[in-house]
Every structure is written in structure tokens, then in C-alpha cells.
């Protein structure tokens, strides 16, 4: 019954996207740089020291491992041993660093019994190379 009385009220939902569901793009879009006349849409990632992706350019496979990598790595730029691949600069940010590395045991607790031997092995090392480093860096503080 309610929804006999909403009836004719509501709301239009119109997708106004150019792209099509096999590629990505329109074929407008191959033609024209700017159909709209409106500001030129530039990739989020221009300017911050990446270059953009094009569409057939294949993304890395994503697993536990590379994750877990990813996650190190996130640690080690925060403790100073890398440079932020944005900036370029080395920045030290412990307290971000020790959250990182909190993050990476919760995840190995987590985890426990549902990984292979190489992503165990993995864990262990990560996590017990960023500890060592995590304490060097609070002993220089």
C-alpha cells in the first residue's frame, strides 16, 4: 500500500558518464578532445609526479603478497628510509610508521592459519625488519 501512494513521486536517475562498458571510453571520445566546451578533464594523478595510466595499460596483479608489500613500504617511507616517491624528499613521520606496523601485525594475527608458507614467511621477515627499524629510528630520535 505505501508504495501505491509514492507512486509518480521520486526521482530520475540519469548516468551521464562517456565511456562504454567494453572500453572505457566513447567513441565521441576518440574524435573529440572536449564535445562539451567545458574545462578539459585532466586525470586526478597529472601533477603529482605520476604519469597517467592509459586505458590499455595493464594494473599490476594485486595478492596478499604485493599487499603486504605495499604496506611495508608505506612503513619504511614514514620512517625516513625511503623517499616519498610523490616529493622525492625523506620524511620521517615515526608515530604513521609505527601505526603501519601495527596494522601489518593485526593483519598477520588475522590471517594466521590462512596463509601459504611463502606469504608466512613473508610476513615474519617484514614484520620483524620493520621492528628492528622502527626501533633504530625511536633510539635517533
Excluded: W
Excluded at 90 to 105: N, T, Y
Amino acid at each position: 500500500m505505501a508504495e501505491e501512494r509514492n507512486e509518480g513521486k521520486g526521482f530520475k536517475v540519469e548516468d551521464r558518464r562517456r565511456f562504454s562498458a567494453d572500453r572505457g571510453e566513447s567513441p565521441s571520445d576518440k574524435d573529440s578532445a572536449n564535445p562539451s566546451g567545458g574545462p578539459d578533464e585532466t586525470p586526478v594523478t597529472e601533477g603529482l609526479g605520476e604519469k597517467p595510466k592509459s586505458p590499455e595499460e595493464p594494473l599490476p596483479e594485486i595478492n596478499f603478497s604485493t599487499f603486504v608489500i605495499s604496506l611495508s613500504t608505506q612503513a619504511l617511507m614514514h620512517l625516513g628510509e625511503i623517499p616519498n616517491p610523490l616529493s622525492g624528499e625523506v620524511e620521517r613521520d615515526i608515530p604513521v610508521a609505527k601505526q603501519m606496523i601495527d596494522i601489518l601485525g593485526m593483519l598477520r594475527e588475522k590471517s594466521r592459519g590462512n596463509l601459504d608458507q611463502g606469504e608466512e614467511k613473508l610476513m615474519e621477515e617484514v614484520l620483524f625488519d620493520l621492528r628492528m627499524r622502527y626501533v633504530d629510528a625511536v633510539k635517533k630520535k
